[in-house]
């Protein structure tokens, strides 16, 4: 029930509203030089639907026989009537259908307004690259979030009207479904939503790697088609969730492929974030230190997406710690950097407000350390066969050896939870005590946002600024003395 929550609410309540959500919401038309979102009524109801959905998903805490707990993946049959009989589960299945309409809504709105609201001369590629994730992230919500919603309503109609999509063999009274089906529509939906979840952080990571290195982002177009390639091809791959299910084998092979060639736009895209650092004035600010701990915990983790997207070792590796390992270095470290790097990053635009910046270096630090610490030591315990989802994995003989990793890493956890006190401590005694910022563009950065005073006012741009240039424009000799970049509302300088 414990994990079950964490990961629901982790993956759809955490990282989705706050990147997706509160940025997307905040940023797009900030960067884009726009008042508003096309549609606020519609971004009020998706905003509502989603709170409510999450109303749903806690009531289940209070049902005789608790939340639901048949996993954040929810398969059949542990999440049918058989598997968990609670209203938890039921509810649990209602909270993610309507989390499916909710953002469905909000995603056709970032997509809206973004094609129709940017500012007068900003081609696609002018766009910072923060917005370029969001828009692909929005993309895929808006295709794959009705699959997963589809998907739980026949799931609830299995609970409440006795059909049975999923269920097979003797408990099946109304004819046999596929309990396998739900795995198919959960993983259509499934990995495109763990890009979902990154591509608005890499879009953060690559802008801010550009900017504090003072030089303009290397190849931010080839970034761009790189996450367009990445977005398109993330849709093609899910079956490697389930090498295990006796799927055929031309199947297994024919994802593994796929997922191979994930690689390449993956690899061209790291390349660039490196071609940004390489030989930049870079300034280690506190955004900066975030961004790049985004590069190296999410290089991290890409290199073991390999060894599970490969069949061989997948099935040794499969239902392990080592999966756990590699889905955290990617999801939860790479989205919860970002997202840090970002807040310390956009503070004074949102609230007029600077964070403290060694508390910041303290907090980036101590939770650098108790990441790794964890996610390093679920990938070796997972390596030496640690299973995942047991109850206590030290009753059998061969996992006993692994208690000692496994203090490790709850140590570490601790670590990096005590940190985030840190992060809360700043973050509040920011807004309380901290001091103003009278400088509308205190990091010096040229997107639109740093056109306008901080916080940003009601209604964003008195006019409507006019783009001339890129989002990077900056480390070039020829700007007049003293300044070592160029707002996009400037014609820019030749080189
Ligand atoms: C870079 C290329 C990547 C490859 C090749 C890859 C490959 C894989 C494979 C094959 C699995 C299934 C392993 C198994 O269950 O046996 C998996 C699991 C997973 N991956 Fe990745 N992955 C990559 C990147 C990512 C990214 C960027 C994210 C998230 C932002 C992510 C999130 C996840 C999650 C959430 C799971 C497991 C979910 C679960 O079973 O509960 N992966 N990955
Ligand atoms: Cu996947």
Redesign the pocket.
């Known amino acids: 029930m414990l994990f079950t929550m964490h990961g629901t609410i982790m993956i759809f309540y955490a990282i989705t509203p706050i990147l997706i959500g509160a940025f997307g919401n905040f940023l797009i038309p900030l960067q884009i030089g726009a008042r508003d979102m096309v549609f606020p009524l519609m971004n009020m109801a998706s905003f509502w639907i989603s709170f409510f959905s999450g109303v749903v998903l806690m009531v289940g805490l209070f049902t005789p026989l608790g939340a639901a707990a048949s996993g954040?993946?929810s398969y059949p049959t542990l999440s049918t009537l058989i598997g968990d009989p609670g209203n938890g589960q039921t509810l649990w299945t209602l909270a993610i259908f309507m989390l499916g309409v909710g953002s469905t809504l909000g995603a056709i709105n970032y997509i809206t307004t973004i094609i129709t609201l940017r500012a007068p001369g900003m081609g696609y590629f002018d766009m910072p690259l923060t917005i370029w994730g969001i828009f692909m992230t929005a993309i895929l919500n808006a295709v794959f979030l009705p699959v997963l919603g589809a998907g739980c309503l026949l799931l609830l109609f299995d609970r409440l009207f006795g059909t049975t999509f999923f269920l097979a063999g003797a408990i099946a009274t109304n004819g046999t479904g596929d309990p396998v089906l739900f795995q198919h529509v959960f993983w259509i939906f499934?990995h495109p939503e763990?890009?979902i979840?990154?591509l608005p952080a890499w879009g953060i990571v690559s802008d801010l790697l550009a900017w504090f290195s003072r030089k303009p982002a290397f190849g931010a177009k080839t970034t761009a088609l790189c996450m367009i390639t990445i977005t398109i091809l993330s849709t093609l791959v899910y079956g490697?969730?389930m090498?295990t299910t006796q799927m055929s084998p031309l199947l297994t092979q024919t994802f593994m492929t796929l997922?191979m060639t994930?690689?390449i736009p993956?690899a061209i895209f790291f390349t660039n974030w490196l071609g940004t650092l390489w030989r930049g004035s870079i300034r280690f600010d506190s955004p900066m230190l975030f961004a790049m701990g985004v590069v190296f915990v999410f290089g991290l983790?890409?290199l073991t997406?390999?060894y599970?997207?490969t069949v061989t070792t997948?099935i040794y590796?499969?239902?392990t710690y080592f999966?756990v390992g590699?889905?955290h270095y990617?999801?939860a470290a790479?989205?919860l950097l970002g997202g840090f790097g970002a807040v310390y990053f956009w503070m004074p635009k949102m609230f007029g407000v600077m964070m403290n910046e060694c508390l910041a270096k303290w907090h980036f630090w101590l939770s650098f350390i108790g990441l790794n610490g964890i996610f390093m030591g679920m990938m070796v315990l997972g390596y030496a066969g640690m299973h995942r989802r047991l109850y206590n994995p030290f009753v059998y003989e061969f996992m006993k050896g692994m208690v000692p990793l496994n203090t490790f890493v709850t140590w570490s956890a601790i670590l990096m939870g005590a940190a985030q006190v840190i992060f809360v401590y700043n973050f509040i005694h920011a807004l309380i005590k901290g001091k103003k910022v009278e400088d509308p563009n205190p990091w010096n950065i040229g997107t639109l946002e740093w056109t306008i005073p901080c916080p940003a006012p009601h209604y964003n741009f008195k006019e409507i600024p006019v783009v001339k240039c890129g989002p990077h424009e900056m480390g070039n000799p020829n700007l007049p003395e003293g300044k070592d970049f160029q707002y996009q509302t400037e014609k820019l300088v030749k080189v």
């Open positions: 954040w993946t499934g763990v890009y979840l990154i490697h969730h090498f997922t994930i690689s993956s983790g890409g997406g390999l599970l997207g997948d590796l499969h239902d999966v590699h889905f990617t999801m790479s989205v």
